[in-house]
């Protein structure tokens, strides 16, 4: 090559290399107006469900429970199935029963409320509370019993458990009896307090019976709990995704069962609902051997639902609760089994939940619906392997990222207020794409009495895509008289509040040591960035420079006195 061709090589190179520079350094800018409230921010949050009801009262699982109680200030909601499934309560993955409902050899009702008490009990002990499902049906109820019990995730799942009851005068009488016997032990002050869900997902086989039969289940369910309960809060029908067609079809059905269809337990028109459910789950896939999630999805499905629910003015006011609402739809199913879940453990997974719960708050804006609910279909599984990319919360009591997010959003109250973001990607871009061109580096904030939170997020669809950013915070309208403002600042990110680089640094032990255990519960705990420190306001307004790299999460607390 002679001089002249590689000088105009080397400064080809330069000028590449300077623009990729300048394209590095751009400052994404986002603007928090604490003056500007959106209404209040309720905590939508702080719901947690799971398949497995005898994980509750384990060691890990009390645990856990305190730990996300502890976290928020309002009281924390959990789901659970198999609360009427026949069984000793042995617990198994998608799997539990508790023994509640058998019969005598005359046909007789028998009830057994032991395991039904202790898990309900372990949730009060630790200040949370019941979203209550009413499921699924008892061996000696079941149309069709045999064969009963699954194994997952060996042979056919859905099968005595799923079908109608042979008798719902049966049906009826036990759930009366369930309500009653709640009432008898927690007194009525607090079970008044509780949403009664019936069923779980009747649009699929987890209902082995036609639309109409789920009707007719959910009359003579609310009907039972109403005789024990008149203040009783029921609602349903907690079917799949409405992003499915088969799904909204369910949905509407319902909603116009409940508000003109003849009840099939009282005969008169409609039946009662004071909050309606329903479930919106992603679509991750392995492509070129990374993760790229489905948020397009469940924002879809979000959509959808909502737009049912409007779309019934005697209902649109109704408090929704997404009964599950996850980034995809099988927690008990492995990473190694299923690659396309291998999200689960690192940071990729509480950016996602991040960015999806403000998404959901502004459809919920957008669809002029009550969204009181986004539950997070996650918990812990008892005696697995450590970080085995299972969809919950804690590995054998070690704190995963995605809980310290919850921690972070437990920190957060008082007013919704504005935040612009120069990064921010729109919102029909993400229903019909999901976060796949750029990243989304954007934020929620609150402003309570004194002081400001902002949860703010970096994130990218495909795994480890998205590149560290320079964010420049700019935060206005605080009181004149907040002239000394402390500054926290957590992170969730690669290097903090993050147990499972930890773990891999450790050379993924399965057997930890104990000085090895006690580092990675330390990992797991919500970490400061940096100690805290005082800055000066100046006309209500203050600016932080926060680097943010991808897949990363920061809530910046600023208050004063």
Excluded at 146 to 164: D, K, S, V
Excluded at 347 to 363: G, K, S, V
Excluded at 457 to 476: H, I, K, T
Aim: proline share 6%; aromatic share 10%; glycine share 8%.
């Amino acid at each position: 090559m002679n001089r002249k061709c590689f000088l105009q090589v080397v400064s080809a190179s330069f000028v590449l290399l300077f623009a990729h520079i300048l394209s590095a350094q751009v400052h994404v800018s986002i603007q928090v107006d604490a003056a500007r409230s959106l209404g209040p921010l309720d905590p939508v949050w702080n719901f947690f469900g799971y398949d497995e009801p005898n994980y509750t009262y384990s060691q890990h699982g009390r645990e856990l429970i305190a730990e996300l109680s502890g976290s928020n200030a309002a009281r924390v909601q959990i789901r659970t199935h198999n609360l009427l499934t026949t069984g000793d309560g042995t617990p198994a993955l998608k799997w539990g029963s508790t023994n509640a409902y058998t019969e005598d050899s005359a046909g007789h009702a028998v009830y057994d409320w032991t395991i039904v008490d202790k898990i309900i009990d372990t949730y009060l002990e630790s200040g949370a509370k019941p979203l209550v499902e009413i499921g699924f049906m008892p061996e000696a109820l079941s149309k069709h019993p045999e064969p009963y019990r699954h194994h997952f995730p060996n042979g056919e799942l859905f099968l005595g458990w799923t079908y109608p009851p042979k008798d719902y005068e049966k049906w009826r009488e036990l759930v009366y009896q369930m309500v009653a016997h709640c009432i008898a032990r927690y007194g009525k002050k607090e079970v008044v307090g509780w949403n009664w869900e019936v069923w779980n997902e009747p649009d699929i086989p987890y209902w082995h019976g036609t639309p109409e039969e789920y009707d007719k289940l959910y009359d003579y369910a609310v009907d039972g709990m109403r005789r024990a309960l008149p203040e009783a809060k029921v609602g349903g029908p907690a079917t799949t995704g409405p992003g499915s067609a088969k799904a909204a079809a369910f949905l509407k059905q319902f909603l116009q069962h409940c508000a003109s269809g003849t009840n099939s337990a009282t005969g008169k028109t409609g039946a009662p609902l004071d909050f309606i459910s329903f479930h919106a789950k992603g679509a991750p896939e392995v492509r070129e051997r990374r993760v790229q999630m489905g948020l397009a999805h469940e924002l879809r499905d979000v959509d959808e639902g909502l737009k049912i629910v409007s779309s019934f003015p005697r209902f649109a006011h109704l408090p929704v609760i997404l009964s599950e609402a996850d980034p995809e739809g099988c927690a008990a199913c492995s990473a190694k089994d299923h690659p396309q879940n291998a999200y689960r453990n690192g940071t990729l997974y509480p950016a996602y939940t991040a960015m999806a719960i403000r998404e959901m708050l502004d459809l919920n804006e957008r669809s002029k619906t009550n969204l009181a609910g986004i539950l997070t279909w996650a918990f812990e599984f008892e005696d697995q392997p450590y970080f085995l990319g299972y969809r919950t919360l804690a590995t054998n009591g070690i704190d995963k990222p995605v809980l310290d997010l919850f921690k972070m959003l437990g920190l957060m109250s008082g007013e919704r207020v504005e935040v612009k973001s120069s990064a921010a990607v729109d919102l029909d871009e993400m229903l019909k794409s999901g976060v796949r061109g750029k990243a989304d580096v954007d934020g929620l904030a609150a402003r309570g009495n004194h002081e400001v939170t902002v949860l703010l997020w970096n994130y990218q669809d495909d795994e480890a895509s998205a590149a560290e950013l320079p964010v420049q915070l700019n935060l206005a309208g605080l009181p004149r008289n907040a002239r000394r403002i402390l500054v926290k600042h957590y992170r969730i990110d690669q290097n903090h509040s993050n147990s499972y680089t930890v773990w891999k640094a450790m050379g993924s032990p399965q057997s930890p040591t104990a000085g090895q255990y006690e580092l990675l519960k330390a990992a797991g705990k919500l970490q400061l960035l940096e100690s805290p420190w005082w800055m000066d306001s100046k006309d209500g307004a203050v600016r932080l420079d926060v680097p943010m790299p991808g897949e990363s999460l920061s809530l910046v607390e600023l208050s004063w006195w």
